[in-house]
């Protein structure tokens, strides 16, 4: 088959076409034969350069490539999976359903989590094998593309707004929301009639987060951000802060715009991850900061029931195929796209 396999770790470039073997799905799994397949900025390009939190758990060569849709190839023995044919889309977090984590309904904190594309082979390939319990039909109508952008971070925003408690009509400040998983929280936060204040410091991706239901937007850095805020919620403030990227500049003044009572989400640390916080300011204002490792099985189902109702995630407007992987995490590098960026397995 054909693959883009991480000899190494490195920059964009390491990331060639290449032969490998068809993997063989074992009891309980399926060979997927890849349609689609997301680029991660965490899971994929930080891994890639051998940047925390994923290289350390990569043996070298990997082939990398979590979230994915394709259509199954084949069942492994014994195999009670979708019969041959059926398109799917790949969740890719594997949990063991045994450990503390796991039976106390919060399988995200599994002991033995494990990652397509981390800690087995991804999808940056031709064929990849999936275990039979993560694999989810896509109707007919929602592309191999769409599909893959859905696996993972729809999941993760159905988690989002599930910790942060948010009714119709509440305000949520997305800071990083032109980016895969913002946009992906501010396409599904629109859909239950929440009101967003949607972040970004490119003055060219302002319109296009308008378009995806973005009641306002701002740039977090800005000093005025917290006055707008204020005007924009009746001084009450924002119920809700879901963060992906811990941003420093940010964080001093989430006390002041955090309404009382309300939650920050945090699901990323793309830079440092250290930032300031006024703990007694927060705690008097019954104010709480809640963690996201990654979603929960239950709302991959959550997900796909979203799906089938009409819920879309945007995609980055520039393509890419496997053969351009290495072109495609120049992409995500730059911060110059909008939503996620996916490569086409033809």
Known sequence: MTAVPLPEFGDPDVLRMTELPVPRPGPGEVLVRVGAVSV????????????????????????????????????????????????VAAFPVLVCGDCDGCEDGRPETCARLELLGVHRPGAYAQFCVVPEENLYPVPDDVSDEQ??????????????????????????????????????????????????????????????????????????????????????????????????????????????VLAPGGTVVCSGALGPARVQLDLRRMYLRSQSIRAVRTARPA???????????????????????????????????SDAGFGRVVLSVP
Do not use: C, Y
């Open 40 to 87: 991660g900025r965490t899971l994929d390009v930080a891994t890639r350069a051998g940047g925390l939190p994923f290289s350390r758990l990569v043996s070298l060569p990997h082939v990398l490539g979590a979230d994915h849709a394709g259509t199954v190839a084949a069942l492994g023995p014994g195999g009670a999976g979708p019969p041959p044919g059926t398109r």
């Open 147 to 256: 599909a893959a952008a859905l696996a993972l971070n729809g999941a993760v925003a159905v988690r989002q707004l599930a910790e942060a408690a948010l009714r119709p009509g509440d305000w949520v400040l997305v800071p990083a929301a032109a980016g895969a998983l913002g946009s992906a929280v501010v396409t599904l936060a629109r859909r239950r009639g929440i009101r967003i204040a949607a972040g970004t410091r490119h003055a060219a991706k302002h319109r296009r987060l308008q378009q995806i239901g973005a009641d306002l937007v701002l740039d977090p850095a800005d000093p005025g951000t917290p006055a707008r805020l204020a005007e924009a919620t009746g001084g009450r403030g924002v119920r809700a802060i879901i963060d992906n990227v811990a941003d420093p500049a940010m964080w001093p003044a989430v006390a002041d």
């Open 299 to 333: 709302d991959a189902v959550a997900l796909w029931k979203e799906v089938a109702a009409g819920f879309r995630v945007p995609l980055d407007p520039r393509p890419f195929t496997l053969a351009g992987a290495a072109a495609a995490h120049r992409h995500v590098e």
